[in-house]
C-alpha cells in the first residue's frame, strides 16, 4: 500500500549510522520490527487494545527500555500506576465531537468531550475512548536499514460511535548508536468537527522503565535516570509544560548506558511537554491555559480539523545506547527533522 508521506527525507541518516537490514512483520494482532534477526518492537493492533501502543522498545544492545507493566508483570518495587501508559502511544485526553450528543461522559469532569487518554470505568463499562486498528497494509522496504507500514485507526466514542479517522504510517530507521521509529499521523475529521481540548493529558507518549525514572522515591526502583531537553535543562520544573525539539530519558539499564527520546517534528503544532520525573514523556501539541502549562498561560486557542478536513502530526522515537551526548541524541533529531 502507498504510505502517505514522502520518504526521501527519512532516508538521511545521521554519518555515524551503520545500521542492520530491517524488515516489517505483519501478524493477526501484532506488527512486528525487526533489525537484523532480533525483534526491537513489536506494535500491538488487537481488538482488546484500548489503542494500539509499541512495546517491547529495545536500544541497539537489546536492553528494553519501557516499563513493561501492565503488559506484563511489574517487578519487585516496580510501579503499578497509570495503567494507561503502556510503554509508546498516541492519542488525546479530550478530544470534542461538534454536533454529536456524548452518552457516556468523560470520568474527568472538566474534560468536554471523549477522553481516549485514560482508560477509566465505573459499573456500566468504559468512560474512555478507543483507538481501533481497522486495517493494516503490505510493510514497505526503503532501504536496507528502514521500511515502514500504513496502519488505519478508527477513534470510537465509549457508545460505539466512530468521531474520527486516522491514517499512521510507522517507520523503522536503524542506526549504530540508535534506532528511530518515526509516526506520521494523519487525523481525518470525515464524521464531524473536531476540536481537541485542553488538557494536560495527551498526546505522543511514552513511560520509561523505573529504573530509568529521575524521581527518587524508596518504594520503587529508580530515581537515577536523567531527563533531559534539548536545551540541556535537566529539571523538571525547566521541561514540564515546555516547549523543546526533544526530550530525552538517559541512565544505565542492566548495567548498560542506555536511553529514549521523543522527537518533536517542526512542521507540528508545537508541543508544550507532559514529562515527569516518575517517567512519562509525552508531546502535547493541544494543551492551552487550562492544562496548566507554563507556556500556554491565558491562551486559549484550540486547535481543530473542519469536516472533511485533517491533520497531520509526526512524532519520533529514538531508542539509543549511551546517555544524551554519546548516543548522539541532537544529530539523531537534525536527521529525523529533514
Not at 501484532?30 to 533489525?35: R, T
Not at 537515577?224 to 530519558?249: C, F, H, Q, R
Not at 548506558?257 to 511537554?273: E, I, M, R
Amino acid at each position: 500500500m502507498r504510505c502517505l508521506f514522502p520518504v526521501l527525507a527519512l532516508l538521511a541518516l545521521p554519518a555515524f549510522a551503520a545500521a542492520d537490514d530491517v524488515t516489517i512483520t505483519v501478524g493477526k494482532d501484532v506488527i512486528e520490527f525487526k533489525a537484523g534477526t532480533t525483534v526491537v518492537a513489536k506494535y500491538a493492533t488487537a481488538e482488546t487494545v484500548a489503542k494500539p501502543y509499541l512495546y517491547p522498545l529495545l536500544a541497539p544492545n537489546g536492553v528494553l527500555l519501557t516499563r513493561p507493566w501492565p503488559m506484563e508483570a511489574a517487578p519487585p518495587m516496580g510501579t503499578v500506576d497509570h495503567p494507561h501508559q503502556k510503554s509508546v502511544w498516541f492519542c488525546h485526553g479530550d478530544v470534542i465531537p461538534e454536533g454529536i450528543e456524548l452518552k457516556v461522559k468523560s470520568a474527568n469532569k472538566a474534560d468536554k468531550g471523549v477522553d481516549f487518554w485514560s482508560e477509566a470505568k465505573d459499573k456500566d463499562g468504559p468512560r474512555h475512548g478507543k483507538i481501533k486498528c481497522v486495517k493494516v497494509g503490505k510493510p514497505t522496504q526503503h532501504a536496507k536499514n528502514h521500511a515502514s507500514v500504513e496502519t488505519h485507526n478508527e477513534w470510537i466514542t465509549p457508545d460505539g460511535v466512530k468521531i474520527l479517522e486516522e491514517v499512521r504510517v510507522i517507520h523503522l530507521i536503524d542506526g549504530k548508536e540508535g534506532r528511530t521509529f518515526t509516526f506520521d499521523i494523519v487525523l481525518k475529521a470525515t464524521v464531524c468537527p473536531i476540536t481537541f481540548g485542553d488538557t494536560k493529558e495527551g498526546s505522543f507518549g511514552i513511560r520509561v522503565r523505573d529504573e530509568l525514572r529521575m524521581e527518587k522515591n524508596t518504594k520503587y526502583l529508580g530515581g537515577d535516570g536523567v531527563m533531559t531537553n534539548a536545551a540541556g535543562k535537566a529539571v523538571e520544573k525547566e521541561i514540564w509544560g515546555l516547549p523543546s525539539e526533544w526530550v530525552d530519558y538517559s541512565g544505565k539499564l542492566d548495567g548498560k548506558d542506555v536511553g529514549v527520546t521523543v522527537f518533536d517534528h517542526p512542521s507540528n503544532p508545537k508541543a508544550s511537554w507532559h514529562a515527569r520525573g516518575y517517567g512519562l514523556v509525552a508531546a502535547n501539541p493541544f494543551g492551552r491555559n487550562h492544562s496548566g502549562f507554563p507556556s500556554q498561560k491565558g491562551k486559549e486557542d484550540l486547535l481543530k480539523i473542519t469536516k472533511g478536513g485533517e491533520m497531520k502530526l509526526k512524532y519520533g522515537v529514538y531508542a539509543h545506547t549511551g546517555d544524551t551526548k554519546t548516543g548522539k541524541v541532537a544529530e539523531a533529531y537534525e536527521a529525523f527533522k529533514k
